[in-house]
């Protein structure tokens, strides 16, 4: 039996999701693949300093069959969150070429825009790549069947989609991984800050200081001290510039301290909150700050800015982010995002709940970033050193 | 020597030229009794080989042709009168015809086009001389195809009224001696081994893009650029076409199934004859048998800009002769059962 069938194969109704969630981590041209009985992940990561991680879950595929190599691999994992899967040595694992499946995927985004019926508005013009908003680009591979199929170790990842009339098949040579794929090591017993808020918060932010082209971005947390949360660009051409999240204003005396400064707090959805207790900025839902001693009372930590834009398609195209750093300063980015993979018109409905019976899918794309250290201009992949 | 004619579809002449004009500089016009033909024979890549009736492009009543051979030939700077024809589209009429300056003959492209002026005198011109924004603006645009002279004459009426611009495209072109032209012949091939009727031109130069920007974009290395990739083409007497190409990092094909491979005219040709064919021996092969796959390899880039003639909507039918060539034969809409109005794509293969 098992000579025959496949190891993985996986059938996706709209390639659009597959397309979606891929093209969070599409900063790289190589992906490596790891085939696990509760979804495929995608793990991306450029000079040992960033990696990000799509994990496509099984809730995702209408079929989803693995038939694991050697002995079926029976260890439990935490679905929709790829951290933890990293340790099954038995599940097929492969580097792919990224950029060519992300152009598969999209094949037929561009053919007819007859038989885009869902959004006829679009322009039927190839998709912007400039776009960070995979939901604004035109309608992509809806009503399109998608399967993914990889027969044995060593054999190509092939990619199927059909359409009344055509079928297009793209066999992805599979390179074995180099060995040195080791995921940037965040201790999650040493998280020194959680921040989550909606993603589009972060995305602005970052549009915003990407306008100054800084190099490094300095991220700043206090659980106590204004400014309580605050994004800065600086080591650009231009001068530096600065993103706080203040808390409202009548909650608390926010004086404008810093006239070069820009408050994101004239919102629709953070007016209607609720009067808050503790001292946390308006926009966020959890925010937990808790600097270990050596560091006083604010967290400091500077990042490679340009790193930190190759998240911004997830930020885009999420709904929440959970922002958190451990002692080391290794930052992780955790993006929400939501798809609807029983309604082939969720996604056009951009980010939110399409309100269907059976709700959209949560998934999971995980960014990680190593800090600059002190005073340190490239960030350097092997030390993890402590801090200030 | 003398030609002139009114134009009769400015529209599908623009497009012809346009999608011409993708595939070379210099167009032979042959202008013969009844029939139009145009040629282009680039360095490298392409040819094409189109005829139309007259009454495709021109009024036939209009179409006056005098020479001692019957025959005309020119040579044209196809992207020129391209450039030409796109103001005429929207025009009342246009005429083309063949003139001189000096000593350089040249196509005259004389255009009446109307447009109409809102409220009674919306320009606050009173002289009746000077040239309308409208006129000066469709002058420039005139200018880069070749000279134009543009004179507006808007009536001295006053309230909403139409006005009329004229402009005059000049093209200058060669006048082909018969013996300049003796040597050209149209490419002979051998009978095809698969004929077959192309899906949508549309979708397929999407897809032939998109699989040429995959080779070149896995590739990523500056002999890319340089290099074009080539497609790999495929069809069988069965109904399937198949659009593949290859790179280091991929595989990647389209397969189209339930395509129509056209009969061939039994008036023509007799029974006995047709048995011969090379594509009746390929259509005797079952549909899963590779062997019945004749197959070429084209340039992608080349081919992208043959599939631009796309813009007609026409019928194509494309005729395989395996690892050697590809033939197309480009019907315009209303030309299918006449057979003569007809663009023939001569496409070589690549060696693998």
């Known amino acids: ?77 935490d679905t929709g969150d790829g951290d933890d899967s990293s340790d099954t040595t038995d599940n097929p694992c492969f580097v792919v070429s990224l950029s060519a499946l992300l152009e598969t995927l999209k094949i037929f985004g561009v053919n007819d825009p007859s038989a885009t019926g869902a959004n006829k508005a679009v322009s039927v013009q190839p998709s912007n790549p400039s776009s960070s908003n995979a939901f604004t680009t035109p309608a992509l591979l809806f009503d399109r069947s998608c399967t993914l199929q990889y027969f044995q170790n060593g054999s190509p990842l092939s990619v199927t989609l059909s359409e009344t009339g055509i079928k297009t098949t793209c066999e992805l040579t599979t390179y074995e991984p180099d060995g040195g794929e080791v995921d940037i090591p965040l201790q999650r017993d040493a998280i020194i800050m959680k921040v989550i808020m909606r993603s589009a918060w972060l995305h602005n932010a970052i549009v915003e200081l990407g306008a100054t082209n800084p190099n490094v971005l300095k991220i700043s947390a206090s659980a106590n001290r204004e400014p309580f949360f605050a994004l800065s660009g600086s080591g650009g051409p231009f001068s530096e510039s600065s993103i706080e999240f203040s808390i409202e204003e009548q909650s608390q005396k926010s ?22 207790t503790n001292l946390a900025p308006t926009v966020t839902e959890t925010f937990l700050v808790s600097p270990p001693s050596s560091m006083g009372s604010r967290i400091k930590q500077d990042y490679r800015f340009s790193l930190i834009q190759k998240a911004s398609r997830a930020m885009a195209v999420a709904n929440k982010v959970s922002i958190r750093g451990d002692r080391q300063g290794v930052l992780s980015l955790q993006f ?13 409905h951009g980010t939110r709940p399409s309100g269907g019976a059976l709700g959209p899918t949560v998934t999971f794309v995980d960014f990680r970033f190593v800090p600059l250290l002190d005073g340190e201009d490239a960030a350097d992949a092997d030390s993890v050193g402590d801090l200030e | 020597m003398r030609f002139r004619a009114q134009l009769a579809n400015a529209a599908t002449f623009s497009k012809l030229t346009a999608s011409l004009s993708s595939l070379g500089k210099a167009c032979w016009m042959r202008l013969e009794d009844g029939i139009v033909r145009f040629t282009i024979i680039p360095d490298q890549g392409t040819q094409v080989w189109a005829q139309l009736p007259v009454d495709a492009i021109f009024e036939e009543s209009s179409y006056i042709l005098e020479s001692n051979s019957g025959v005309i030939n020119l ?10 024809l796109r103001s005429a589209v929207a025009a009342t009429s246009a005429q083309l015809r063949l003139t001189k300056k000096g000593n350089v003959p040249l196509l005259a492209l004389t255009i009446h086009a109307s447009s109409w002026t809102t409220g009674s005198n919306a320009l606050g011109i009173t002289d009746s001389g000077h040239a309308t924004p409208t006129g000066s603006v469709e002058g420039e645009d005139a200018g880069r195809a070749g000279q134009a002279t543009t004179a507006s004459r808007p009536a001295v009426v ?10 005059t495209q000049e093209i200058p072109v060669k006048v082909l001696h018969e013996s300049a032209i003796e040597g050209l012949h149209e490419p002979r091939c051998r009978d095809p081994d698969v004929h077959i009727i192309l899906p949508s031109l549309f979708q397929l130069k999407n897809i032939s893009e998109r699989f040429t920007k995959l080779a070149t974009d896995s590739k990523g290395s500056a002999v890319a650029s340089t290099i074009s990739p080539k497609l790999e083409l495929s069809a069988n007497m069965h109904g399937s076409l198949r659009l593949a190409i290859a790179t280091d990092a991929l595989r990647i094909s389209s397969v189209w199934t339930d395509l129509v491979n056209p009969s061939l005219d039994p008036g023509q040709l007799s ?30 880039k080349d081919w992208g800009r043959v599939l631009s003639v796309g813009r007609l909507s026409p019928k194509v039918v494309a005729c395989f002769i395996h690892e050697t060539a590809l033939i197309l034969y480009v019907y315009l809409p209303g030309s299918w059962n006449g057979e003569d109005s007809c663009l023939t794509y001569y496409i070589n293969s690549y060696a693998a």
């Open chain 1, 255 to 276: 004086e404008a301290s810093s006239q070069s400064r820009k408050v994101l707090t004239d919102d629709g959805t953070s007016r209607s909150r609720a009067k808050r």
């Open chain 2, 75 to 84: 040579e044209v700077p196809i992207g020129a009168l391209h450039r030409a």
């Open chain 2, 271 to 300: 029974q006995a004859e047709i048995e011969q064919l090379p594509s009746e021996r390929m259509r005797a092969l079952s549909d899963n048998d590779e062997a019945g796959w004749a197959k070429v390899r084209i340039d992608g």
């Open chain 1, 336 to 348: 929400m995002i939501e798809v609807d993979v029983h309604g082939s018109s969720g996604a056009s």
């Open chain 2, 158 to 167: 006053s309230g909403p009224r139409e006005r009329e611009t004229v402009i």
């Open chain 1, 1 to 77: 039996m098992a000579d025959v069938e496949p190891i993985f194969s996986a059938v996706s109704s709209n390639a659009h999701h597959l397309y979606t969630l891929l093209q969070c981590v599409g900063f790289a041209p190589k992906a490596t693949v790891l085939i696990t009985p509760d979804g495929i992940r995608f793990s991306v990561e450029e000079g040992r300093v960033v990696q990000g991680l799509a994990f496509l879950e099984k809730a995702l595929f209408t079929t989803y069959t693995f038939n694991p190599p050697v002995v079926p691999n029976s260890t439990s994992r």
